[in-house]
């Protein structure tokens, strides 16, 4: 947004400011697979440079590339109602400011605009600022390794919730939870539970998950309870939608408002119905709000099925489970594992598990489960057997696994904070 000011003989402000051409060093991979580098020209105009006149800073919100060289920026357009002046790096003094000059901007600088008059003078600290990490890159890191506090536990499941950790299991018969908090993650408390717990969520702040096809609820995750419903047939697995708990039972897909009453969804394959290793999780809608999707990966005769159900949070329009056959033309289909998990992360799906021989499995989808690739997360190396795993607030997958190793891992991007656009007094 533009306002027109009125310019006087005192007046001093820049009124705009649009980096031009800036070079930015590539890392890539020559086709053998050896690390290679290039120098790449970046459009400023795709960083504009938020103007803050009343704390007087200048600042690009959305930070340059990572590899982007601050020391030699130029400016496509910089207007202002009076001379600009920029502080020296080497001394405190003001010399004449040429935009289209390639200037250093590795750290902060002053910038004056002196008004016409002479007398007035206003200054702002111009900061250019340069991801000093890799967006898209993906990095696990340990936590916590060979841990006492799990001692023979076999786990089932895993859930992140409010800054806490949770992890379910049995040892020696006994239902077991460990917890932690994601700021220690190498502390954890082993409690005896009431419940064989598979298949935690969070509904309405309601902890409800699945034992031995029962659907039961808790407050602490700890004592848990039999909910009362009208579904015979035995829960395969349970997801939270926003509006909706979400279910999948040997009948087929079910819903409730809550938690109660559920109601038989109509599917459009239902000789695909999956069977048995079911996950399920709810993905956010890229393109609006009032929509999201619950995606079913689960088995059936040794092979997996993708179910989706596309979601009205607005209760609108209802829609039909669709089932996403086998494509010969696919190269990428959804794995068969034997244990399995699905998150929402990241606007796509996440597929971790372990497959026939023990061995860890990583995969994203960015179109709703049909493809599912590995070249955006790494692998999981030196996992191996049984683990669970979860995604928290903060956009960190957790994995757990049985020999007592914890990491997390995010993308980078996810981590940068958001800042603001809008300046006042």
């Not at 086709?31 to 960083?47: F, H, L, M, Q």
């Not at 502080?87 to 004449?96: A, E, M």
């Not at 579904?231 to 939608?241: Q, Y």
């Not at 997958?397 to 997390?408: D, M, P, Q, R």
Request: hydrophobic share 40%; proline share 4%.
């Amino acid at each position: 947004d533009y306002t027109v000011i009125t310019v006087s003989p005192s007046t001093c402000v820049i009124t705009n400011i649009e980096m031009g051409k800036i070079p930015c060093l590539v890392r890539t991979k020559t086709i053998d697979g050896k690390d290679s580098t290039y120098v790449a020209s970046i459009t400023g105009s795709n960083y504009p440079m938020s103007i803050d006149h009343y704390g007087g800073r200048i600042f690009n919100v959305d930070s340059l590339p990572y590899g982007c060289d601050a020391g030699k920026i130029t400016f496509a357009s910089l207007g202002s109602s009076g001379t600009l002046a920029i502080n020296s790096l080497s001394q405190d003094v003001d010399t004449f400011f040429v935009s289209t000059d390639s200037t250093d901007f590795r750290k902060p600088r002053k910038v004056t605009v002196y008004a016409l008059d002479g007398v007035a003078a206003r200054s702002y600290m111009l900061e250019v600022r340069v991801h000093q990490e890799e967006g898209d890159e993906f990095k696990w890191q340990h936590q916590a390794s060979v841990l006492d506090a799990w001692g023979g536990v076999t786990l089932n499941a895993a859930l992140a919730h409010e800054g806490s950790l949770y992890a379910f299991g049995v040892e020696n018969n006994q239902p077991t939870m460990l917890t932690a908090l994601a700021t220690a993650p190498a502390e954890w408390t082993k409690v005896a539970i009431d419940k064989v717990i598979t298949a935690p969520t969070v509904f309405n702040g309601v902890f409800y998950a699945l034992s031995e096809g029962a659907l039961v609820q808790s407050v602490d995750g700890m004592t848990w309870s039999k909910v009362p419903t009208n579904v015979s047939a035995p829960f395969m697995t349970l997801v939270a939608g926003t509006t909706a708990l979400y279910g999948v039972t040997t009948d087929g897909f079910v819903t409730s408002v809550d938690g109660t009453a559920w109601t038989l969804q109509e599917a459009d394959e239902t000789a695909y119905l999956p069977t048995e290793n079911c996950s399920a999780t709810c993905i956010p809608s890229p393109t609006d709000k009032s929509f999201e999707d619950i995606l079913v990966v689960g088995s059936r005769d040794g092979k997996p099925v993708v179910w989706k159900l596309n979601v009205d949070k607005t209760g609108m329009y209802t829609f039909t489970w669709n089932y996403y056959p086998e494509n010969a033309l696919n190269g990428n289909p959804c794995p068969e594992l034997p244990q399995r998990n699905v998150f929402a992360y990241d606007g796509a799906t996440l597929l971790l598990g372990t497959d026939a021989d023990g061995a860890s499995v990583v995969r994203l989808s960015r179109d709703n489960g049909r493809t599912w690739l590995k070249k955006e997360i790494p692998q999981l190396e030196g996992v191996n057997g049984n683990f669970v795993a979860t995604v928290d607030a903060n956009h960190y997958v957790w994995v757990i696994t049985e020999s007592g190793t914890v990491l997390k891992g995010r993308f980078n991007r996810l981590g940068w904070a958001q800042q603001d656009r809008v300046f006042t007094e």
